[in-house]
T-cell receptor, first 114, second 112 residues
Framework: DTGVSQNPRHKITKRGQNVTFRCDPI?????LYWYRQTLGQGPEFLTY????????KSRLLSDRFSAERPKGSFSTLEIQRTEQGDSAMYLC????????????FGQGTRLTVV | AQSVSQHNHHVILSEAASLELGCNYS??????LFWYVQYPGQHLQLLLK??????LVKGIKGFEAEFIKSKFSFNLRKPSVQWSDTAEYFC??????????FGTGTRLQVTL
């Protein structure tokens, strides 16, 4: 399968713990996006990368959130000191980033903070 | 601020009925518009997209959408729905960075 891959698919963690999610984009795509989706809502933009450079961060991304894409390939999203409000589906998407290019989404990581 | 709104939150149709889901956008400058579908347990998939040109765009599975600039709308249509169209549908807009702004989604339930 050459689509966007996210791991893990599900994560249950205790409040206050740190969690890290991984996203492997489609190999020739140089843009990578993170979104968060809560029940009954559409996905909300968190941040995006052009190759290894993080070009934009949403105000939704508090100081407890950090994302990296060290070699311009896979990306990680870390949440420190998780809170119950962090429970959501975290979606990764990638695109070619050239002109008008569509984004392809992974299946997401569902985070539950207990 | 960029925004996309979907007015139908939950739609129930019988098989073979016609479908129209509303989407309105508010963007400064050029906007690209998309409809995504999420089938139960699956990832978001692109149904169709509008970048420029013919305002009537055709997508997969018999869906189409019409971009009406004067109404800031991009409604999704299908002449005859099938049970397999049961899913959640998201309208989204993107500016130059291809960062998507989504609507809240419409849950479509098709009954036999």
């Amino acid at each position: 399968d050459t689509g966007v891959s996210q791991n893990p698919r599900h994560k249950i963690t205790k409040r206050g713990q740190n969690v890290t999610f991984r996203c492997d984009p489609i190999s020739e795509h140089n843009r990578l996006y993170w979104y968060r989706q809560t029940l009954g809502q559409g996905p909300e933009f968190l941040t995006y990368f052009q190759n290894e450079a993080q070009l934009e961060k949403s105000r939704l991304l508090s100081d407890r959130f950090s994302a990296e894409r060290p070699k311009g390939s896979f990306s990680t999203l870390e949440i420190q000191r998780t809170e119950q409000g962090d429970s959501a589906m975290y979606l990764c998407a990638s695109s070619r980033g050239q002109g008008n290019s569509e984004a392809f989404f992974g299946q997401g990581t569902r985070l539950t903070v207990v | 601020a960029q925004s996309v709104s979907q007015h139908n939150h939950h739609v129930i149709l019988s098989e073979a009925a016609s479908l129209e889901l509303g989407c309105n956008y508010s963007y400064g400058g050029t906007v690209n518009l998309f409809w995504y579908v999420q089938y139960p347990g699956q990832h978001l998939q692109l149904l169709l997209k509008y970048f420029s040109g013919d305002p009537l765009v055709k997508g997969i599975k018999g869906f189409e959408a019409e971009f009406i600039k004067s109404k800031f709308s991009f409604n999704l249509r299908k002449p005859s729905v099938q049970w397999s169209d049961t899913a959640e549908y998201f309208c989204a807009g993107a500016g130059t960075a291809s960062k998507l702004t989504f609507g809240t989604g419409t849950r479509l339930q098709v009954t036999l």
